[in-house]
């Protein structure tokens, strides 16, 4: 059986402090011998007891998993700092039926309008229901109306350029809207209740503005571009354009107050 060496040592942090009486070297804390005291300082380990327990300083390493784990903190790229804006659950479901939806009822009226399609009276009867109306230039504006609505419904379906085409629908939607509310306004009764009001009109134009600010979701021709992720400045503008399009259609080709 070994002999216990007759002092031992331990690497304090408060070493590192110089004592009052420095004497040109670092201390360390010295533990006597247990047995016979310690010749140094006069002490007993037992006269330790009441002294604060020290406190060895371990040198820190990084080993196995600990590494790795370091490792990749340190080395990941600035892009994982970014807030995640993917979507979860069936929101893109809900916004691919939203989209199709405006878009086929778009369509559908387009073709009804335009080409007599299900019972529709075709370019003559739309023509002059809006010379009727009070619109200036007429036979452009049809061939015009026409073609945007028809137009920004296709885009809706497929999800491409969706901010402008929803915006396009918009501007059309509130020139309707506007031009309902003056014939009804000149037979003196301006109603919100179908068959004879407003809410149908309104209902549309709510959901394109609605898909400007949301965006048209990931299963679309636009899910790789920013609109579809992360809309934000982007729909606001195009929701500006949208409205100032169809009251400046309105203004410029009309110039009446729909509600006087």
């Known amino acids: 059986m070994s002999a216990r060496p007759a002092s031992a040592r331990l690497v304090d942090p408060e070493d590192d402090l110089p004592s009052a009486n420095y004497g040109g070297d670092f201390e360390t804390t010295r533990i006597p011998h247990y047995d016979g005291g310690d010749a140094a300082s006069g002490r007993s380990g037992l006269d330790l007891l009441a002294d604060p327990e020290p406190l060895p300083y371990v040198e820190p390493s990084f080993s196995g998993r600990h590494a790795a784990a370091s490792s990749a903190v340190d080395t990941r790229d600035e892009a994982d700092d970014k807030p995640r804006t993917d979507r979860r659950g069936t ?21 009804h309008r335009a080409f007599g399609l299900w019972g529709g009276n ?36 497929l999800g491409l350029f969706t901010p402008l085409a929803a915006a396009a629908a918009l501007a059309y939607l509130i020139n309707g809207l506007a031009a309902n509310l003056a014939a009804q306004h000149d037979s003196g009764y301006i109603g919100f209740f179908l068959p004879n009001g407003n809410e149908y009109q309104i209902m549309l134009a709510v959901t394109a503005a609605a898909i400007i600010l949301i965006g048209p979701g990931r299963y679309g021709l636009d899910a790789g571009r920013g609109w579809a992720r992360r809309p934000f400045i982007g729909s606001f503008a195009a929701l500006l354009l949208g409205i100032g399009v169809g009251v400046g259609t309105w203004i410029l080709l009309n110039g009446t107050n729909p509600l006087s």
């Open 91 to 111: 929101q893109d479901l809900g916004l691919l039926l939203l989209r199709v939806a405006l878009g086929a009822i778009l369509v559908a009226h387009g073709l």
């Open 122 to 157: 075709g370019m003559g009867a739309f023509k002059d229901s809006l010379s009727n109306i009070g619109y200036q230039h007429a036979n452009a504006l049809t061939y015009v109306a026409s073609g945007t609505e028809i137009t920004a419904g296709v885009l809706l379906v």
